[in-house]
């Protein structure tokens, strides 16, 4: 069973700081990795993606993979107010042509 | 990014009838467009993928005879919950994906009375 583990949180950022998300996943052949955000009531939103090693920056937002260790991660910068939500990390099985999505990680930013 | 739609957003139903909902790719053509569910704070559940022109794959411990999906065209799938009761109650998601990128609908949020 190729799983993707999250820490449920809530995690609670102040206003400003830098949020950290991180993420393991048990497929070592998984190549394509992604961030979704989810506010309460609505449907996942495409943040990020990252399929190679190393950082990849994207405005306030960084994906970091490690795919020696099974590691992702997803930093927020100056984090708002309007971060706050529950962060989906999911990882692409491509023998099986979907994605496995964590559980996902609340973020609450306090002001 | 790429734009999928759902129709409806929300519905009442009652207890033993069936409800369809619309997955739609608004500016691309998609070949598997995906079926998800998600009780209040829970994660998402793939429920199955829908493939154009041939028989859904569902996952296990769906009902297939209850979750009736169909893919007839490259940019329109449906998911009938059929006989729906309270239990089915949820937010249903579909999505699609685009040059290796997976994009989701807004989500149709069912309730069964």
């Known amino acids: 069973q190729k799983e993707v583990e999250q820490n449920s949180g809530p995690l609670s950022v102040p206003e400003g700081a830098i949020a950290s998300l991180n993420c393991t996943y048990s497929?070592?052949?998984?190549?394509?990795f992604f961030w979704y955000r989810q506010y309460s009531g609505k449907s996942p939103e495409l943040i990020m993606f990252?399929?190679?090693?190393g950082d990849k920056e994207d405005g306030r937002f960084t994906a970091q993979l490690n795919k020696a260790s099974q590691y992702v991660s997803l930093l927020i910068r100056d984090s708002q107010p309007s971060d706050s939500a529950t962060y989906l990390c999911?990882?692409?099985?491509?023998?099986?042509?979907?994605?496995?999505f964590g559980s996902g990680t609340r973020l609450s930013i306090r002001p | 990014g790429a734009v999928v739609s759902q129709h409806p957003s929300w519905v009442i139903c009652k207890s033993g009838t069936s409800v369809k909902i619309e997955c739609r790719s608004l500016?691309?053509?998609?070949?598997?467009m995906f079926w998800y569910r998600q009780f209040p704070k829970q994660s998402l559940m793939l429920m199955a993928t829908?493939?154009?022109?041939?028989?859904?794959?569902?996952e296990q411990g769906v009902e297939k005879d209850k979750f009736l999906i169909n893919h007839a065209s490259l940019t329109l799938s449906t998911l009938t919950v059929t006989s729906a009761h309270p239990e089915d109650s949820s937010f249903y998601i579909c999505?699609?994906?685009?040059?290796?990128?997976?994009?989701f609908g807004p989500g149709t949020r069912l309730t069964v009375t």
């Open positions: 829908s493939n154009e022109g041939s028989k859904a794959t569902y």
């Open positions: 999505s699609a994906t685009d040059r290796g990128e997976q994009y």
């Open positions: 500016d691309f053509q998609a070949t598997t």
């Open positions: 990252i399929y190679s090693n």
């Open positions: 999911a990882v692409l099985d491509s023998s099986a042509s979907k994605i496995i």
């Open positions: 497929d070592r052949g998984s190549q394509s």
